[in-house]
């Protein structure tokens, strides 16, 4: 049991996950459950078997970043592990979090990830298999002034401060997204808005040549270089989803740029329409 870290598991209705996540890290670190508001039995499963429980403050910010500076302002260690349902973690990778946590002059490790729908592989990475992700640091490296969707933390790889592990299945990361179409399609909705803006706020503009090419050559490069190509229908649908994905946040950030949002697109529909019936069409 390494007293040097925690892992912070962020949770909501998250009771179906949260025995292998205990199982996975309990002999390894203090496990703590940050929950959101679960009414599936999770914080009942957590006093049964003795998990420290903490309700985190409700937070309607679309980041919701104060609540995660709370939840490290909660957690007795500086180094952390940041840990959601999916995620399992296989023992090599934990030792070498181990190491770090003890020598105590590394900031954070980087990692690979590998990732798995409907029970199978279909993202591992072929060739330019670079550690790129990571979910174990000190607290004191986060900058919540640059968090952006999907990088919540906006953590920067150093190579002076922080360690790039290779790229192997036993040094990485890996992920069991649970879904299927319908479910992923509702889930990140929010998420390709919130990207869209934040790039459009940033300065970035998209072009209709940009918006037709730009997914179709992203989606091009990763099916292959992810390995999701050797994968069958499987790593196809994978693919395709986040394709899709790609090409809403470009259509937002098109319509963004062009000025078609939805009250854009109300106010543009009632002109054309009254000069529609002014003219008896």
Not at 55 to 62: H, I, Q, S, Y
Not at 113 to 120: A, H, L
Not at 163 to 190: A, M, V
């Amino acid at each position: 049991m390494n007293k040097n870290i925690t892992a912070i598991v962020f949770a909501r209705n998250e009771a179906r996950r949260i025995p292998s996540i205990y199982q996975n890290l309990k002999d390894f670190c203090e496990v703590i459950v940050f929950d959101a508001g679960s009414t599936d039995g999770t914080e009942e499963y957590c006093k049964k078997n003795g998990i420290k429980f903490v309700a985190r403050p409700e937070d309607k910010t679309v980041m919701r970043l104060n609540t995660l500076a709370w939840v490290y302002e909660n957690t007795p260690t500086e180094y952390v592990i940041q840990v959601y349902g999916a995620h399992a973690y296989p023992k090599q990778l934990l030792e070498k979090f181990s190491e770090v946590a003890n020598e105590n002059k590394k900031s954070a490790v980087f990692h690979d990830v590998v990732i798995y729908r409907y029970g199978d592989v279909v993202h591992r990475t072929l060739f330019r298999r670079i550690s790129s992700a990571c979910v174990f640091y000190k607290k004191s490296i986060i900058n919540f002034e640059k968090s952006k969707i999907h990088d919540e933390l906006a953590i920067s790889f150093d190579e002076k401060t922080m360690i790039r592990l290779p790229g192997r299945d036993e040094l990485s990361l890996h992920l069991f997204q649970d879904e299927d179409c319908e479910s992923f399609t509702k889930k990140t909705i929010n998420y390709e808005a919130i990207e869209a803006r934040q790039r459009f706020a940033a300065g970035e503009r998209m072009s209709g040549i940009g918006l037709a090419l730009g997914p179709l050559s992203r989606f091009l490069y990763r099916y292959l270089r992810t390995g999701s190509f050797a994968k069958g229908s499987k790593g196809l649908v994978y693919s395709i989803l986040n394709l899709i994905y790609d090409f809403n946040v470009s259509i937002i950030l098109w319509e963004l740029t062009n000025q078609l949002t939805f009250d854009d697109a109300i106010r543009k529909n009632a002109e054309k329409k009254e000069q529609l019936l002014k003219n008896g069409v």
